[in-house]
Nanobody, 122 residues
C-alpha cells in the first residue's frame, strides 16, 4: 500500500488548508485512515481519523476546526483545516491501519505516507 499526501503549505493564522491522501496498491488490506502530525521537538501525535464506515474521530485540539472526509471512489481522504493556529504548525502524516493489525492509533504496523509541511504564521 502506498499513501501519497499533498496539500501542505504556508498560511496565516485564521486561514485554511486542505490536505489530501490517496491510497494505492492493496487497498483491500487497509481499513481506518487518518492523520498524525509532528511539530519540531515534539512526538508525533494523532489528529483525526475516519473509519471504513465513515465514523470520524478528532483530538480535542482540532475539534470544531478540522474536518476529515473520504472519497471511496478515489481511495482518498481529506483533512479540511480551518481557523488554523500557529500551534498547528507541523509535518502532517497520512496513515492507514492494516486489516487485522493494531489499529489506526497505535503507530506500529500499518502504513505511513510521506509527510507534508503545514506552517501557520502569526
Amino acid at each position: 500500500v502506498q499513501l501519497q499526501a499533498s496539500g501542505g503549505g504556508l498560511v496565516q493564522a485564521g486561514g485554511s488548508l486542505r490536505l489530501s491522501c490517496a491510497a494505492s496498491g492493496r487497498i483491500f488490506s487497509i481499513n481506518d485512515m487518518g492523520w498524525f502530525r509532528q511539530a519540531p521537538g515534539k512526538q508525533r501525535e494523532a489528529v483525526a481519523g475516519i473509519s471504513k464506515s465513515g465514523n470520524t474521530m478528532y483530538v480535542d485540539a482540532v475539534k470544531g476546526r478540522f474536518i476529515i472526509s473520504k472519497d471511496n471512489a478515489k481511495n482518498t481522504i481529506h483533512l479540511q483545516m480551518n481557523s488554523l493556529k500557529p500551534e498547528d504548525t507541523a509535518v502532517y502524516y497520512c496513515r492507514a491501519a492494516a486489516v487485522g493489525g493494531l489499529g489506526l492509533w497505535t503507530p506500529a504496523g500499518g502504513y505511513w505516507g510521506q509527510g507534508t509541511q503545514v506552517t501557520v504564521s502569526s
